[in-house]
């Protein structure tokens, strides 16, 4: 079976606050509005009580039971995931209408014990004018007006990931490209977060975070020992170190375009400041909500290239006439020349679509709501199902195929959301694009790869991976 014990952990851990919710199903016995009356619950089936259809969902690949459900009951339909009543949703419209026209109907949800480990005042928890105040700062400290700023930055630390992993001749060093991907994503992360850091404090804060992620796709528990507990204490070491940094900043008056500068500056209207855990929270966040994506998919790129050697001699066409204009290299990369990568470009737009590694999102209903004439309840999950919608044949004919060029003609607006849509959308999409395009450019002008195996299928960490998380072996040219 493909689906690894921890994608289902995950998921457990995730909605078990549903459970909550069966003692009362509010949507039984509230009055309700005229309109909500006579609307009805959305077409599906709730399953056996308590597991709901969870069982269903495990036994098969949990793309596939979201596809044959969209094929049985169209773009809506209600589910019960353990103990939890859902509405999935596979239109555009109807992601739509939950995630950008009505908002303010849906909250995001997020299991407790994932909130204490991230730190609750990290603003993918939040709504309304907390969220609001704080998203605009993340996204100024993530706006392509500052991070061509760190095209040089990213560069070195592109180069010297992959000079690490290439083999020294006659030794066939294997790298398990997802690790490894990891480590540059949050190098990335550290420079957006912090600029240049002391490599003292990132060695402190990366080694803590390690520990932070291996508990939080764990079981929650407070048992001493259990990864999810030493992930609690190294969560505080990590707020520990934060303050010394914000310490030290404030004394030198350090303050910067990173998004620490940015957090350390803003004053509210009465002029109150963030305190130090709201600026931690929001750090690890950032951290946390940059590493497994776009680690996921530079690591479903090196793939889809290495299977398609056509595609990826075009791409290193493309990208060696950027290396002989910079003369070998020696020129550093511009911004300009990162905006100026079409093919490239494509290849990313189309790995997104493809691996779809955000594959759905989460929100929870605020009040009784009427879609389409069907009523999702209060208290009721919804979650748009962006893969689903990426790999409808409607809208992206051939769906299983991989075909950068198709992204040739732009896709139909609302219909392509690798990077959520509406308030919550990711701020950090430009950055996590200029990352992908930097580091596919030293990659290919430089180094030459090949996979170890190359077995079919997915695991799930907890987003969609190669098997084994890709293992491979390098080359420099
Ligand atoms: C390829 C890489 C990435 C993908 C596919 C991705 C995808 C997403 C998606 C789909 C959401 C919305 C989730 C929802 O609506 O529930 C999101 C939110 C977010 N992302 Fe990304 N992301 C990526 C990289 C990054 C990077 C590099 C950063 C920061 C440096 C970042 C920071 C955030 C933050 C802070 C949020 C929460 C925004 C809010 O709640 O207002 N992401 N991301
Ligand atoms: C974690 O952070 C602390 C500082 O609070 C540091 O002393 C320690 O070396 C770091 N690493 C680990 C693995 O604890």
């Not at 020294?168 to 490209?177: A, C, F, H, T």
């Not at 240049?196 to 080694?207: F, P």
């Not at 009040?367 to 809208?395: A, T």
Request: aromatic share 12%.
């Amino acid at each position: 079976m493909e689906i690894s014990s921890l994608f289902l952990i995950y998921t457990i851990i995730f909605l078990s606050s549903c459970f909550v919710l069966l003692s009362y199903h509010p949507y039984m016995k509230k009055r309700r509005k005229p309109q909500e009356q006579s609307a009805k619950l959305p077409p599906g089936s709730m399953g056996w009580p308590y597991v709901g259809e969870t069982l269903q969902l495990y036994s098969q690949d949990p793309n596939r039971f979201f596809a044959s459900k969209q094929k049985r009951y169209g773009e809506i339909f209600k589910t019960h995931i353990l103990g939890c009543p859902c509405v999935m949703l596979a239109s555009p419209e109807a992601a739509r209408f939950v995630l950008v026209t009505h908002a303010n109907l849906f909250k995001p949800t997020y299991p407790r014990s994932k909130e204490k480990l991230i730190g609750p005042s990290a603003l993918f928890f939040h709504q309304g004018d907390y969220h609001y105040r704080l998203r605009k700062l993340v996204q100024a400290s993530l706006s392509p007006e500052t991070i061509r700023k760190l095209v040089p930055d990213i560069e070195s630390t592109a180069i010297s990931a992959l000079h690490s992993w290439a083999s020294p001749p006659n030794n066939d060093q294997v790298i398990n490209v997802f690790h490894e991907m990891k480590k540059f994503s949050f190098n990335i992360g550290i420079l957006a977060v912090f600029g240049h850091l002391d490599s003292n404090y990132r060695d402190q804060l990366k080694e803590n975070y390690t520990i932070v992620d291996k508990g939080y796709n764990s079981f929650p528990n407070s048992i001493p020992g259990t990864a999810y507990s030493k992930a609690l204490l190294a969560r505080k070491r990590i707020n520990e170190i934060i303050s010394e940094l914000i310490s030290k900043w404030k004394e030198q008056r350090l303050i910067e375009n990173d998004l620490l500068g940015h957090m350390l500056n803003y004053k509210d209207e009465k002029g109150q400041t963030l305190s130090d855990d709201q600026i931690a929270d929001n750090i690890i966040g950032v951290l946390f909500a940059a590493q497994d994506t776009t680690a996921s998919v530079l690591t479903w790129i090196l793939k889809y290239l290495h299977d398609d050697q056509k595609l990826l001699e075009a791409v290193k066409t493309e990208q060696m006439a950027i290396y002989e204009a910079n003369e070998q290299g020696k020129k550093p990369l511009t911004w300009t020349q990162t905006r100026n990568m079409p093919i490239t470009y494509r290849v990313i737009q189309e790995s997104l679509r493809m691996a779809s590694i955000i594959s759905f999102t989460f929100r929870e209903a605020v009040e009784d709501v009427v879609y389409k004439g069907y009523l999702i309840p209060k208290g009721w999950k919804v979650m748009p199902l962006f893969r689903n919608i990426h790999h409808n044949p409607e809208l992206f004919p051939a769906p299983h195929s991989f075909d950068p060029s198709r992204f040739e003609v732009p896709p139909k607006p609302h219909t392509f959301m690798p990077f959520g849509n509406g308030v919550h959308s990711c701020p950090g999409n430009e950055l996590a694009k200029l990352n992908m395009l930097i580091f596919i450019h030293h990659l290919v002008t430089k180094f030459r790869w090949e996979l170890v195996g190359n077995e079919k299928g997915i695991q799930y960490s907890p987003f969609p991976v190669p098997l084994h998380g890709l293992p491979a072996r390098f080359w420099r040219n």
